[in-house]
């Protein structure tokens, strides 16, 4: 069975920091694209960032350039997003996802298989 647990979430002032957990199992990590993605309420679903398993090649959003880093630690099966210098407009539910072929990683329908999502609150 194919599962995605992503955790790590929580309330953090502005200009903190947090570091989500994406944890896979059930398929072969190192064939998958595994992105991040975030949904904040009202809003669509925008990507943030993400990795390519088997070469590390990764791709993150204007927005969270400079920010965010997304690592992928194979033998753990484990993608991790460090968030840091957080901003209220971070503010959203986020997601990881898997996927084979990626050609356009920003776009959700790209991907697979999805985790349950945790929240990310930044005060102001």
């Known amino acids: 069975e194919v599962q995605l647990v992503d955790s790590g979430g929580g309330l953090v002032q502005a200009g903190g920091s947090l570091r989500l957990s994406c944890a896979a199992s059930?398929?072969?990590?190192?064939?998958?694209?595994i992105g991040w993605f975030r949904q904040a309420p009202g809003k669509e679903r925008e990507g943030v960032s993400c990795?390519?398993?088997?070469?590390?090649?990764?791709y993150s959003a204007d927005s969270v350039k400079g920010r965010f880093t997304i690592s992928s630690d194979n033998a753990k099966n484990t993608v991790y997003l460090q968030m840091n210098n957080l901003k209220p407009e971070d503010t959203a539910v986020y997601y990881c996802?898997?996927?084979?072929?990626?050609?356009?990683?920003?776009?959700?329908?790209?991907?697979?298989?999805w985790g349950q999502g945790t929240q990310v609150t930044v005060s102001s």
């Open positions: 996802a898997a996927g084979t072929v990626v050609s356009r990683p920003y776009l959700p329908y790209e991907y697979d298989y």
């Open positions: 990795i390519n398993s088997s070469d590390g090649a990764t």
């Open positions: 059930g398929f072969t990590f190192d064939d998958y694209v």
